[in-house]
Nanobody
């Protein structure tokens, strides 16, 4: 199974930007849909963004549309999440995930098979 490692999180002020990376090892991701989720203490893990196998299709949570961009480079075995105009509601642990059963986009937590350990994003007012 593939191993996913997120990076790029940190502390940023409202209105700032961060670029998260998800590096895969132990297998290629070129045949699979990928997703980003986030979770805050005491709350469920929520869908953020997903991208299909080729990068030609995307889907975003309503709360991040127009501000976040998911992308991938299969040659680098990496997926990114560019986050702009951040607000305090964007704070949380961001997780990268792979859907090993489907090459398209998916927004449900249960559809993903492999998960990273997460990277913390904190947006301060």
């Amino acid at each position: 199974q593939v191993q996913l490692v997120e990076s790029g999180g940190g502390l940023v002020q409202v209105g700032g930007s961060l670029r998260l990376s998800c590096a895969a090892s132990g297998g290629t991701i070129d045949n699979y849909g990928m997703g980003w989720f986030r979770q805050t203490p005491g709350k469920e893990r929520d869908f953020v963004a997903t991208i299909n196998w080729s990068g030609g299709a995307h889907f975003y949570a309503d709360s991040v549309k127009g501000r976040f961009t998911i992308s991938r480079d299969n040659a680098e075995n990496t997926v990114w999440l560019q986050m702009n105009n951040l607000n305090t509601e964007d704070s949380g642990i961001y997780y990268c995930a792979e859907n090993n059963d489907y090459s398209g986009t998916a927004k449900q937590l249960q559809q993903y098979d492999y998960w990273g350990r997460g990277t913390q994003v904190t947006v301060s007012s």
